[in-house]
């Protein structure tokens, strides 16, 4: 609105001096701005430039907020991924041999995983579920399973963790991973899987 | 003709007569006499099959086994069946995996496991309402095999804890008093299974390394090998089931890489084995001890069969893929009135 009178005060002004210069001769006459249309004019000017400065700092401040919150949004991303990656190396399953229920040396490893994230993590509380394969008897396999849960339970109880935090089910052979009926289903069948029953959410990495 | 006896029946007013022939002798044997429901009613069929059973005590000396059923697990689901493969009715829950079905002496109840919560839930379950109850002290542990003892007071199962699993009772009549049976930190022990007179336990354990079939009195004492083994060299014996005369225990063991179902004689504790082809496990005895339903893979795919131990006749009981842990009910209510 400022500007619109601006422009219209400066025109009124043109044709008052145009006018006079048409009618006879005259003296030439420097044209003596009105001063209170000048001081109006350098308002205006001023309070467009305040304007303008307000609307620049107004997107900057936008856009420090809408990078303050996209570099929240990505921190909280990589956290969720650094949590997802915890969860991934605490979920991964170990196994056994035919028949056998002790803990794999190549497997020793991934139990030591999940020991360093169990420390750093301490309200987290997980369950590990025995499984078999479908070879041995259906009911021989619940023991089975019980043996092969509480060896993974055993080596993290003996590496510092607390019994009190691992709960220890077996399912036999009634939940395969893999339908198979030959060694690679039955290797990968014969299994532990270790799931999170609380303390679960934004996992610290160890 | 052939034959020994002959069967016939016929209608006098709303009794059924069944007068059994012994041709040999040319004379009547027995003439049984029943009051059988209309065809359609919902007992119908069983009261004929006991009208059956009498008939063949009447010319056996022995009842029959047509007033049977088998109790069995397929898809994680708990089935009965009359023992001529008809009436198939689901009778676990429907949303949680069951497993090990056993019959109660009287017929008239059956327990079994389910997985629920990370544990195992022993349930007993009447035949006639459905009513289930979960036993008293599960849901603790991974709770498992239940065995009903011959009177019906008591519940023999297996735990499975952190030291292993071992062989419990608890009395069921009076939800009490539960007795830790075996103590193996370094082995398993599971399977129970009454003799007749509810004196004493065979089961599983692996104590000598592999599981193999024990036998103890049933409180707990004078554990020992039940049925014998070469070590090294005999495969893992299980599902130890023994039979309703007393005189055997029937088992399945490992030969050569698969499973065949063997027969112990408790007297001299000699075993014999009864199956050779294919995959042959879980033997469960009629009430007669004579015949055998067991989960076989000989047809292709894992099913229920009957063996005739005295004839070795094998047939299958069921035509359908999945069909194990089959459990074979004791003869089933009253028998009909009958006239000598």
Same mark, same amino acid.
């Given at each position: ?7 219209? @005060? ?51 401040? @936008?856009?420090? %907020? ?45 139990? %030591?995983?999940?020991? @360093? ?34 060896? @993974? ?28 009926? %030959? ?24 | ?340």
């Amino acid at each position: 609105m400022k500007s619109v009178s601006l422009l219209l @005060a400066l025109g009124l002004g043109a044709a008052v001096i145009a006018g006079a210069s048409c009618g006879g001769n005259p003296p030439p006459q420097t044209p003596v701005p009105n001063a209170d249309s000048a001081a109006a004019a350098e308002r205006a000017r001023q309070d467009s430039a305040a304007a303008a400065q307000a609307e620049r700092d107004r997107q900057a401040r @936008a856009e420090a %907020d809408r990078i303050a919150r996209q570099r929240e949004a990505d921190s909280i991303a990589a956290l969720a991924r650094g949590s997802e990656e915890v969860r991934n190396t605490l979920a991964a399953m170990i196994h056994f041999d035919l028949d056998k229920s002790n803990v794999r040396s190549d497997d020793m490893g991934m139990l %030591d995983q999940k020991v @360093a994230i169990l420390q750093a993590n301490p309200n987290l509380r997980i369950r590990i579920g025995g499984h078999c394969d479908e070879r041995g008897s259906d009911e021989y396999n619940l023991a089975l399973g019980n043996r092969r849960a509480q060896s @993974a339970k055993q080596y993290l109880v003996s590496h510092g963790i607390d019994a009190s935090r691992i709960e220890t089910q077996s399912w036999g052979e009634e939940r395969p991973l893999v339908n198979g009926h %030959d060694e690679s289903a039955w290797s990968q069948n014969r299994r532990d899987e270790f799931e999170v029953t609380s303390g679960g959410d934004n996992l610290r990495r160890p | 003709m052939g034959a020994d006896f002959a069967l016939d029946v016929t209608a006098a007013g709303d009794t059924t007569v069944a007068t059994l022939h012994d041709i040999a002798a040319a004379g009547i044997r027995r003439t049984v006499r029943a009051k059988l429901p209309r065809p359609g009613d919902p007992d119908f069929r069983q009261a004929v099959h006991r009208l059956a059973d009498q008939a063949l005590q009447a010319a056996l000396g022995t009842p029959g086994i047509a007033a049977t059923r088998i109790l069995f697990v397929k898809d994680g689901k708990v089935y009965q069946i009359d023992q001529d493969g008809a009436e198939q009715k689901l009778v676990s829950s429907t949303d949680r995996q069951a497993m090990s079905p056993a019959w109660g002496a009287d017929g008239q109840h059956f327990a079994y496991m389910e997985f629920q919560a990370g544990k195992g839930w022993l349930y007993l379950q009447e035949m006639a309402t459905g009513k289930r109850t979960a036993v008293s002290t599960t849901g603790t542990a991974l709770d498992f095999t239940p065995a009903f003892s011959p009177d019906g007071q008591t519940l023999a199962f297996s735990r499975a804890t952190e030291e292993g699993t071992d062989l419990y009772t608890i009395n069921i009549k009076n939800n009490c008093c539960l007795r830790r049976l075996t103590v193996g930190r370094f082995s398993d022990n599971l399977s129970p299974t009454f003799s007749p007179d509810g004196q004493r336990m065979a089961f599983v354990s692996t104590r000598p390394g592999l599981p193999q079939i024990y036998v103890m009195a049933a409180d707990g004492t004078d554990q020992q090998l039940f049925a014998p083994f070469d070590y090294g060299v005999t495969g893992a014996s299980n599902a130890p089931e023994w039979s309703p005369d007393g005189q055997s225990v029937a088992f399945h063991r490992d030969v050569a890489g698969t499973l065949q179902v063997f027969v112990l004689d408790v007297r001299t504790r000699t075993v014999r084995q009864l199956t050779s082809v294919g995959r042959n496990e879980d033997p469960t005895w009629a009430p007669d001890s004579r015949h055998l339903a067991f989960v076989s893979d000989r047809s292709g795919y894992r099913q229920l069969w009957i063996i005739d131990l005295d004839t070795g006749r094998i047939r299958p009981l069921l035509q359908q893929s999945g069909a194990r842990l089959p459990a074979w009910s004791p003869r089933l209510s009253e028998a009909p009135s009958s006239t000598p």
